[in-house]
């Protein structure tokens, strides 16, 4: 995957429901039947160069309306040099209030530090490079990473949340690293959406 190109990067929509209506098969059959074939066609195709999506509500990055209490997942690409705009959103199913991402909202990214939702910035001058594309990068690659996995699966299977939760636990215990979300906890009301014990 490629860094992306800050000017050239769109957002994107797709409903999800209300939070009490989300299960773990509900997300996963969104990434596999919907995320996953848009962003692998518009690849194939060359419309866009990076991507990469997160679960999101109106207080954390949907431009929606206060009634609003729908769970979406946010889908962030970066558009090839040679696309117009217009091709792209023509190019979208399922997808709503596709626009071009507000440049003040992706040149820095802000991590959730705690519980009381204390913000830091991610220091990009850390990094070899010192650019935040490069973390751009790296995020649309956990991404890639996460639909690959779940599209390996036979197409007539529930996967398993066993089989999620064992691949997501290698990455913790390679780090000793267990995150949970203090804003995504708030935003769910879920517990058992959230923490999985198996």
């Not at 790296?138 to 398993?160: C, N, T």
Request: glycine fraction near 2%.
């Amino acid at each position: 995957m490629e860094k992306p190109k800050l000017s050239r990067m769109f957002e994107t929509f797709i409903k999800i429901g209300l939070p009490d209506q989300i299960s773990h098969k509900m997300l996963f059959d969104i990434m596999r039947l919907k995320i996953y074939p848009l962003v692998s066609n518009l690849r194939e195709k060359g419309v866009i160069s990076w991507y990469h999506f997160m679960f999101h509500n109106r207080e954390s990055g949907v431009p929606t309306t206060e009634d609003d209490n729908n769970l979406y997942f946010h889908i962030r690409v970066s558009l090839a040099d040679n696309v117009k705009p217009d091709d792209f959103e023509s190019m979208l199913k399922d997808c709503v209030k596709t626009r071009q991402c507000d440049q003040k909202s992706i040149d820095h990214i802000d991590i959730v530090k705690d519980i009381s939702g204390k913000v830091i910035r991610f220091d990009a001058s850390l990094l070899e490079s010192e650019e935040i594309e490069e973390v751009w990068k790296f995020i649309g690659e956990q991404s890639e990473w996460l639909l690959r996995m779940i599209d390996a699966h036979k197409r007539d299977v529930d996967i398993p949340l066993s089989h999620i939760h064992s691949f997501l636990h290698d990455y913790c215990n390679i780090t000793q690293l267990f995150v949970i979300c203090p804003c995504c906890k708030k935003m769910l009301n879920s517990e058992n959406l959230i923490a999985v014990t198996l």
